[in-house]
């Protein structure tokens, strides 16, 4: 059964780094790519970037200089970090996983609520 | 970026057949998907690749086009049905979502 469930802290300050960690299950990180995809409140959906079955990374230029996605395939983890938040970044981050060589997403997490606030 | 533009709401009642549509400021080939997102829930993915049914999506939901224009139909209707659907490309770089129709059953 193919889980992702997100972890992370619900409050950061503004100008600080944000760490979230994605979990999953039921598939291996090496056979898919797993992405980030984060939605403000009330508004659409943005994606961040994602990291490829084979490790490689790509990231949305908007977001490229603040943003690094990695993972710990023996953990079956992948990690965001995203400096110098600001309010506009407060927004429900989700994790997702790719139908392979599609760029479909065929499974999200539950998504973990973000608030950038002093 | 590619733009994807969706009309922002529509309303049916249940029964009828509804189609939403989606329109790529350049072209996706066929890499246009559909999804379904009821508030307080994760997106779900209904349609890949532009007319491919997801796992566990019923044959209700149909999917159409290619280039630049995609139509997601829902056929027939149900009360179930009311959420936001939103299409996503995913040829070009960055993938990009639209803004995503809200669908309400009368």
Not at chain 1, 71 to 95: G, H, P, W
Request: proline fraction near 5%.
């Amino acid at each position: 059964q193919v889980q992702l469930k997100e972890s992370g802290p619900g409050l950061v300050q503004p100008s600080q780094t944000l760490s979230l960690t994605c979990t999953v299950s039921g598939f291996s990180l090496t056979s898919n790519s797993v992405s980030w995809v984060r939605q403000p409140p009330g508004k659409g959906l943005e994606w961040m970037g994602a990291i490829w079955s084979g490790g490689s990374t790509d990231y949305n230029s908007a977001l490229k200089s603040r943003l690094s996605i990695s993972r710990d395939t023996s953990k079956s983890q992948v990690f965001l970090k995203m400096n110098s938040l600001q309010t506009e970044d407060t927004a429900i981050y989700f994790c997702t996983r790719a139908i392979t060589m599609m760029g479909a997403f065929d499974y999200w997490g539950q998504g973990v609520m973000v608030t950038v606030s002093s | 970026d590619t733009v994807l533009t969706q009309s922002p709401a529509l309303a049916v009642s249940p029964g009828e057949r509804v189609s939403i549509s989606c329109r790529a400021s350049e072209g996706v080939n066929s890499y246009m998907h559909w999804y379904q997102q009821k508030p307080g829930q994760q997106p779900k993915l209904l349609i890949y690749k532009a007319s491919n049914l997801a796992s566990g999506v019923p044959a209700r939901f149909s999917g159409s086009g290619s280039g630049t224009d995609f139509t997601l139909t829902i056929d027939p209707v149900e009360a179930d049905d009311t959420a936001t659907y939103f299409c996503q490309q995913s040829w070009n770089d960055p993938f990009t979502f639209g803004s995503g129709t809200k669908l309400e059953i009368k």
